[in-house]
């Protein structure tokens, strides 16, 4: 499967900002799905993950309660809706998929495809 994130951009801190994550190329709803995000010097972090069907969510303390992962099969997409943003939250994002990996798993090299990245920048 190809995946193209998209949605990054410039917010102040309190902002919402949607992230979106188109799939190509195989059957979507195979896939558990997941977002990262990565800093300069940091390893990749898990954000939230969701099943293959979308009833399974699941999401880091730091995205708990802000962070809303969701998915449509039907238009082979992903998002991430992020309100309350931070300055801490300042990262790239990616978008992840593996059809043999367990949903909601937090290991970045569990996954096999990856978007090519989206940069959020939230101001203080």
């Known amino acids: 499967v190809q995946l193209q994130a998209s949605g990054g951009g410039l917010v102040q801190a309190g902002g919402s900002l949607r992230l979106s994550c188109a799939a190509s190329?195989?059957?979507?709803?195979?896939?558990?799905m997941g977002w990262f995000r990565q800093t300069p010097g940091q390893e990749r972090e898990f954000v939230a993950g969701?099943?293959?069907?979308?009833?399974?969510?699941y999401y880091s303390d730091s995205a708990k309660g802000r962070f809303t992962i969701s998915r449509d099969n039907a238009r082979n997409t992903m998002s991430l809706q992020m309100n309350s943003l931070k300055p801490e939250d300042t990262a790239v994002y990616y978008c992840?998929?593996?059809?043999?990996?367990?949903?909601?798993?937090?290991?970045?090299?569990?996954?096999?495809?990856w978007g090519q990245g989206t940069l959020v920048t939230v101001s203080s």
């Open positions: 992840a998929a593996d059809r043999r990996v367990r949903a909601g798993t937090s290991a970045p090299w569990m996954y096999k495809a």
């Open positions: 969701i099943s293959e069907s979308g009833d399974s969510l």
């Open positions: 190329g195989r059957t979507f709803s195979n896939y558990v």
